[in-house]
């Protein structure tokens, strides 16, 4: 069983021990999308939500998020994020909302699952504010768009 980083050789889980890895410069970039009707649109872009500014709400939740990943995700390793951001890119053609999440650290692991908890808290928030307009809010294509430092390497997903 020893092919699998996280669990030991009887088959237990475990954290990964990254003592001995070096600490490197590393980066992740992660997106995901909410889709709404037209008119949950235009309440967001008009900032005509009753429960605030929907966007920067979703943007602190997300950096929030990125900075307690270690607390939802079971072998996560805590870390010390040096940097967190969460934009936003409406689209009124798709009545949709492009999250994009970027985080920085210098440290022996990754964070790319920062990053797509950070998407992902951000979607979340959205829905939360505006599921009384919007019910059938769709949240999808969360992935890790770029990564980079650490032993595998850099990553660039594919331009579809």
Same mark, same amino acid.
């Given at each position: 069983?020893?092919?699998?980083?996280?669990?030991?050789?009887?088959?237990?889980?475990?954290?990964v021990?990254?003592?001995a890895?070096a &600490?490197?410069?590393?980066?992740?970039?992660? &997106?995901?999308?909410?889709?709404?009707?037209?008119?949950?649109?235009?309440?967001i872009?008009?900032?005509?939500?009753?429960?605030?500014?929907?966007?920067?709400?979703?943007?602190?939740?997300?950096?929030?998020?990125?900075?307690r990943?270690a607390?939802?995700?079971?072998?996560?390793?805590?870390?010390?994020?040096?940097?967190?951001?969460?934009?936003?890119?409406?689209?009124?053609?798709?009545?949709?909302?492009?999250?994009?999440?970027?985080?920085?650290?210098?440290g022996q692991?990754?964070?790319?699952?920062e990053?797509?908890?950070?998407?992902s808290?951000?979607?979340?928030?959205?829905?939360?504010?505006?599921?009384?307009?919007?019910?059938?809010?769709?949240?999808?294509?969360?992935?890790?768009?770029?990564?980079?430092?650490?032993?595998?390497?850099?990553?660039?997903?594919?331009?579809?």
């Amino acid at each position: 069983m020893t092919e699998f980083t996280h669990l030991d050789d009887k088959g237990r889980v475990r954290m990964v021990d990254v003592t001995a890895k070096a &600490q490197t410069e590393r980066q992740a970039v992660a &997106q995901g999308r909410i889709t709404m009707n037209a008119a949950t649109f235009a309440k967001i872009a008009d900032q005509r939500v009753k429960k605030g500014n929907v966007l920067e709400t979703a943007r602190i939740a997300g950096i929030m998020a990125a900075k307690r990943t270690a607390e939802l995700i079971p072998m996560c390793h805590p870390l010390c994020i040096s940097h967190a951001a969460v934009d936003f890119f409406p689209d009124e053609a798709t009545c949709s909302i492009r999250i994009e999440s970027r985080v920085r650290l210098t440290g022996q692991t990754g964070v790319e699952m920062e990053a797509l908890t950070a998407c992902s808290v951000a979607a979340l928030t959205i829905y939360d504010m505006c599921k009384s307009y919007d019910k059938a809010m769709m949240i999808t294509d969360i992935c890790l768009l770029e990564k980079s430092g650490g032993k595998s390497g850099d990553f660039k997903r594919p331009s579809e």
